[in-house]
DNA sequence: CCTGTGACCGAAG
DNA sequence: TCTTCGGCCACAG
């Protein structure tokens, strides 16, 4: 009874989403960012924004580089990261690329943001 | 094969 | 403005 409710979209998290997470994220260009949700929905569906954060936490491992500091949360804040200080070096990286933070320590999505074409 | 480990988001109260 | 909650997994060792 609780699980009527069967799963009609196809899954949009499986072998190989954090190819595909690192592939997209290749293609935001310097100064510019997006977020995990945006990610999230362009992969196929907004509710796998934490799968999102989840691929890029591993991002290190890689092959090829991912600009991982350019992936911000849904307030225009830098992540937590895994370490302390991951923010701050991600927020430098950004600077480093031109991109602002307001005094609340947050950038402005509405200027940064990267719009994936097609 | 099994386990631990993780960078989120938006709605509701 | 803050807290809770559902979503419901890939991947390395």
């Given amino acids: 009874v609780l699980r009527e409710v069967e799963r009609v979209e196809p899954r949009v998290v ?3 989403f954090h190819a595909k997470v690192y592939a997209l994220v290749r293609r935001v260009p310097r100064g ?6 945006q990610i999230a929905a362009t992969l ?3 509710r796998v924004a934490r799968q999102v954060g989840y691929a890029l936490a591993a991002a290190g491992q890689a092959s090829e580089p991912v600009p991982w500091h350019r ?8 992540s937590r ?3 302390p200080t ?4 991600q927020r430098e ?6 991109v602002q933070f307001s005094v609340e320590g947050t950038v402005d999505l509405e200027h940064y943001r990267w719009h994936f074409e097609r």
């Fill in 32 to 37: 510019r960012v997006v977020t995990y949700g």
């Fill in 81 to 83: 990261g895994k370490h």
């Fill in 93 to 98: 990286l950004l600077e480093r690329e031109g």
């Fill in 71 to 78: 992936v911000v949360n849904a307030k225009g804040e830098v």
């Fill in 86 to 89: 991951d923010a701050d070096e």
């Fill in 44 to 46: 196929g569906s907004s």
């Fill in 14 to 16: 499986g072998p190989g």
